[in-house]
């Protein structure tokens, strides 16, 4: 595991390029749960439009700081990761090659390609994982989306932020899909704030980082799941994330029909854009909050705010702002 | 016509109350667009979700300035408005009645209860006038959406708050309802950045303003017109708003398919929740852009963010962010 000072080091390494995200809150929500808080930090309005901004940067400007900046750099994702390291690789001036998945959604393919690196799309994460080993031997630097030191550092400084912002933080909650973020929140709060709490969040349908804690190694999918959540349709944690995420507080599974309810919450109340995978992070702190006796200051992270027009109008094919949050508040207690 | 220096004292009197709402940009659209830049001014971040709470403030606090403060409050609303009083009311600790038109988004009538003054449905306009009459013999004090100049006082603070930010502003586009922003963002104008122009923006299917503009005198509907655009269903302007909304440097007059285009676009590149009514303002924007040879800085005022479940739905029925604005961009060219 890394030492906890990494992410100190991380932040002052790419906060003149990064956003500092906003942190907001909604009273009538925090009317509703009585003496907890909940904010929101809008990782959505990163670079990019997600966390994974965050932890390329770091990434490449580690690599400069031993004098290793790459020429060229190699990436494969589900959509974030890749315009996160598409937008730090043309901030340095660093040619990219990025394999995508098919059916990873067209508009993150669009923003990729938007900040001009070249996008390959392969058949499957294997044939992804072979071709980007034939680059790395001809010299391409290879950016993992979770399975690196550098890429956890770099997500740590999210908690940093959120610390440093909000010291009474008692608990930070994170989507879980490779792991990268959770660890980073993990890592940061060890150093930061080490009474505060981390959980992890997962759709009930990609669930493999709750079953991997249960069963005690490493358990991951074939082909991705199906869920709503994209963002976290990873196949599994690895070795690496997996030491980080057996030691969270909790990871909370959220079934698919509360993805849809809180991502249109979350839209109506915070008024931001979400993507699904973040919103049902909302649906992990509720749960938990149900359990508090005493007062509570969550965050939750809106990792990222990618979202295409086929996964809104599933968000939306139905209203759900019908029952409001405190409805379901009052029917648990 | 209101003196210049109501701005600066309207602000004054709310700023303690109010929330000074973050100007965003997109580095994607301003490199599609060339030379020019635009900035969304986000009162959807307001309190009780739009610029309303502005207006209904400085009213009540003007009439504490005169020793003045009502005891009870009668107001009527297409929603954003009766948000904005009973979130006002409720900060000073005044009871108020609200009258809600049948055919009011739900969500918008659930938001003026949660603050927790009287809310009544009425069938008509015409109803709510003659019910709101009776309550001002009564002594309740009527605070009227957009008809009154403390109202358009306050409105006009967001302007002031746009130039006090972004000093090179060259254009602000608002939308037109009653024309109460509008007018405050003109008269803000004359007062702090005489240079810079003022455009309204209206759907076509709603597009009462810019027709009284062309015929010289106010026209208005019998009956709400039918458009995605909820905000800006206004019967027709007044008088006094009609004075402003005449000074205007134009009025844009977007068709409904495109406040459907704008919609997906404004949530996809500013991650936000922004009314049909707002995101159609971005329309306005690009139109004036076209054809101008000079690059401008724009400010695009996103006046609200109540979206309930069936626009989101009829917005994202189908996918239309396939064609980016860059193509239209470079088809108008």
């Known amino acids: 595991m890394l030492p906890f000072d990494v992410t100190v080091a991380a932040q002052k390494r790419i906060a003149p390029h990064i956003v500092r995200t906003p942190i907001f809150t909604n009273h009538l929500l925090n009317q509703w749960l009585g003496g907890h808080s909940i904010h929101f930090k809008c990782e959505n309005f990163q670079k990019a439009g997600s966390f994974k901004a965050r932890g390329a940067m770091n990434t490449l400007l580690a690599c400069r700081d031993r004098g290793e900046l790459p020429e060229k750099v190699v990436a494969f994702s589900l959509g974030n990761h890749s315009s996160g390291v598409a937008w730090a690789c043309r901030t340095l001036g660093i040619p990219a090659r990025i394999y995508l998945q098919q059916g990873v959604l067209p508009l993150k393919k669009q923003a990729t390609e938007n900040y001009g690196c070249e996008v390959i799309m392969t058949s499957s994460r294997q044939e992804a994982m072979q071709r980007v080993q034939e680059d790395v031997d001809k010299g391409y630097y290879f950016i993992h989306p979770y399975d690196h030191d550098d890429i956890i550092a770099g997500q740590s400084t999210c908690a940093l932020e959120i610390y440093d912002e909000l010291p009474n933080t008692t608990a930070i909650f994170a989507p879980i899909g490779g792991g990268g973020l959770a660890s980073g929140t993990w890592l940061a709060t060890q150093y930061l704030q080490k009474t505060a709490k ?3 969040v997962e759709p009930v349908r990609a669930n493999d980082a709750a079953r991997s804690v249960r069963e005690g190694h490493v358990i991951g999918y074939d082909s991705p799941p199906d869920t709503i959540a994209d963002g976290v349709r990873t196949l599994a944690l690895t070795e690496r994330t997996f030491e980080y995420v057996q030691k969270l507080d909790g990871i909370f599974e959220i079934e698919e029909e509360d993805i849809y309810y809180w991502s249109q919450w979350v ?15 909302l649906g992990g702190a509720f ?6 006796t005493t007062p509570q200051q969550v965050v939750v992270i809106i990792s990222g705010g990618n979202v295409d027009a086929d996964s809104h109008r599933k968000i939306w094919d139905k209203n759900r702002l019908d029952i409001t949050p405190l409805q379901r508040w009052l029917e648990a207690k």
């Open 287 to 292: 749960e938990w909050l149900k359990t508090q």
């Open 267 to 281: 839209a109506h109340l915070v008024k931001i854009t979400a993507e699904p995978a973040c919103s049902m992070v």
């Open 198 to 200: 981390v959980f992890g």
